[in-house]
Nanobody
Framework: QVQLVESGGGLVQAGGSLRLSCAAS????????MGWFRQAPGKERELVAL????????YYLDSVKGRFTISRDNAKNTVYLQMNSLTPEDTAVYYC?????????????????WGQGTQVTVSS
């Protein structure tokens, strides 16, 4: 059974930084693409960043490009999201996501397993 456990969320002032971590277990971590999604109150869950199995390919939501960096450590079964220059618009619950397939990096949330989420709140 796939388990994804996020950590690192919290309250930060605008312009600040946070680093989210997601520890994965239950399958061979390096065989699957990973990602981060977020959901703000009253809004749909949206894709923030994806990273391929090896880490050689990444994808970002336009609004976070240049501010957020996704990375992974396959030896530690962990994926990270470094978030810099945070704005109040980044406030959301952030979810770690593990692809259900070993092939590709799907953009559709239905093709992912989910963690429980971690709250990120950015104050102005």
């Amino acid at each position: 059974q796939v388990q994804l456990v996020e950590s690192g969320g919290g309250l930060v002032q605008a312009g600040g930084s946070l680093r989210l971590s997601c520890a994965a277990s239950g399958r061979t971590f390096s065989n699957y693409g990973m990602g981060w999604f977020r959901q703000a109150p009253g809004k749909e869950r949206e894709l923030v960043a994806l990273i391929s199995r090896s880490g050689s390919s990444t994808y970002y939501l336009d609004s976070v490009k240049g501010r957020f960096t996704i990375s992974r450590d396959n030896a530690k079964n962990t994926v990270y999201l470094q978030m810099n220059s945070l704005t109040p618009e980044d406030t959301a619950v952030y979810y770690c996501a593990g692809s259900k397939s070993t092939v590709g990096l799907p953009l559709d949330p239905q093709y992912y397993y989910w963690g429980q989420g971690t709250q990120v709140t950015v104050s102005s």
